[in-house]
């Protein structure tokens, strides 16, 4: 028997399978966000602003937190995906939302390819190219599985935890200088230098499709309805909190080997980390982190795409797997007459970033419409928490146009 949790005056029960329900959405919206761009941003970053960097993570997760639980919500209370919602705030928003999203998706996918094509060449030498391949033939043998969505869940959970355990590892070996970091968490060093990185930080973790996707992943279990509003809180708070931890691992990892004096490696800034810490094997240890988070990436990155693009139109609608599919033989295609820039990953989540007040913003408005939400009255404190979310989301995402602007021309 589960337990039983109390929502708007009705109790559900919670049962051994809502439980693994929980974890996969959390861990399908947490390893959506810890990808390929997610390491190197981190990296790049942390070598940049060195212990100053808390800052960014910090504020960047507690935006995170008001993004998430107000859109999560709001989904789940009316049984509708993002799209759809915004199509009854404005006829056709949901059509471009999704447009965007997809575009985003597939610069992410890209990179998220590449990244596990990088990841399989450290740990057995493969081609690249050979190992971008296999990655997608793997992602699309779990969609086109009887059990597709049960084992895309128990791989997003197994691959988390791994890096997780790993990341923890090499950041003990590193023996970062906690006492500064925790100073500057609360008191950085030219905070307005770090209006990119938060934007950047933003777009990587709940920008563009990441938001979404665990939310999505409940809405096709069936799951709907204000009773389900405490299973839906914990999800989504749970999920960032997911990526914070990892992040936040990962960049005093980063911070304890820049420290020392050490210049990171402009080509792959993550491995030099690892590879200082660990020596020679750090870049075995660096593949088993890197395949693990871009597997789980393009998992989370086609599946989540695909729950936009088949509200399109009708034909395709019961089409998830052939959207999926395709979206991943594209993204590889592209990886493979292309490759993968560093400076693409990051200009990926800041322009995810620029995407989330627009998407954020539609759900807040949502939320007051009774023709929308019904008889639910979305917390006040909510609504003021995702008001600023937006404000400093669409503020940070302008400034860090200049940004964006002077990094792609380096």
Do not use: C
Not at 72 to 91: C, D, F, H, P, Y
Not at 289 to 313: D, E, P, Q, R, W
Not at 322 to 334: A, K, Q, R
């Amino acid at each position: 028997m589960g337990k039983k949790l109390k929502a708007q005056g009705k109790d559900f029960e919670f049962t051994k399978e809502h439980k693994r329900l929980l974890l996969g959405s959390v861990f399908l919206m947490a390893t959506s966000a810890i990808g390929p761009a997610f390491l190197t941003q981190t990296a790049v970053f942390t070598a940049q602003f060195t212990s100053s960097f808390a800052f960014a993570i910090l504020l960047s997760i507690l935006i995170d937190i008001g993004a998430q639980i107000n859109i999560w919500r709001v989904l789940v209370v009316t049984g509708k995906r993002g799209q759809e919602v915004a199509n009854e705030i404005v006829s056709g928003l949901g059509t471009f939302i999704s447009i965007l999203i997809a575009i985003g998706g597939l610069a992410f996918n890209i990179g998220n390819i590449a990244g596990a094509g990088l990841g399989l060449n450290a740990i057995f030498g493969l081609d690249v190219k050979v190992g971008a391949a296999i990655t997608a033939i793997l992602s699309i043998g779990i969609f086109i599985s009887k059990s597709g969505q049960k084992i895309m869940d128990v791989v997003t959970m197994s691959l988390g935890i791994l890096m997780i355990v790993v990341v923890a590892f090499v950041m003990f070996k590193a023996n970062p200088p906690y006492a500064e970091a925790a100073k500057h968490l609360v008191m950085p060093e030219q905070p307005l230098a770090l209006v990119l990185p938060i934007i950047t930080l933003v777009g990587g973790t709940v920008g563009g499709y990441i938001t979404f996707a665990g939310a999505h992943r409940i809405l096709d279990s069936g799951i709907k309805g204000k009773e389900y509003l405490p299973f839906v809180n914990k999800a989504a708070v749970s999920g960032i909190l997911t990526t914070g931890v990892l992040r936040t691992l990962l960049f005093l990892a980063v911070l304890g080997v820049v420290v020392t004096g050490v210049s990171l490696s402009s080509e792959n800034p993550p491995a030099s980390v690892f590879e200082h810490v660990l020596g020679p094997v750090g870049r075995n240890i660096l593949g088993i982190v890197l395949f693990a988070a871009a597997m789980s990436s393009v998992i989370g990155s086609a599946y989540t795409s695909a729950t936009f693009l088949k509200t399109l139109h009708k034909s395709v609608y019961d089409k998830t797997n052939i959207i999926v599919i395709t979206f991943i033989v594209i993204s590889t295609l592209v990886f493979l007459s292309l490759g993968k820039p560093v400076t693409l990953l990051i200009v990926a989540g800041a322009l995810n970033g620029l995407i989330l007040p627009i998407t954020l913003g539609t759900v807040l408005v949502a939320s007051k419409r009774k023709s929308i939400v019904g008889d639910y009255r979305h917390p006040t404190w909510m609504l003021i928490f995702g008001i600023v979310a937006v404000v400093v989301t669409l503020v940070t995402g302008i400034f860090s146009l200049q940004g964006l602007t002077e990094l792609w021309g380096s």
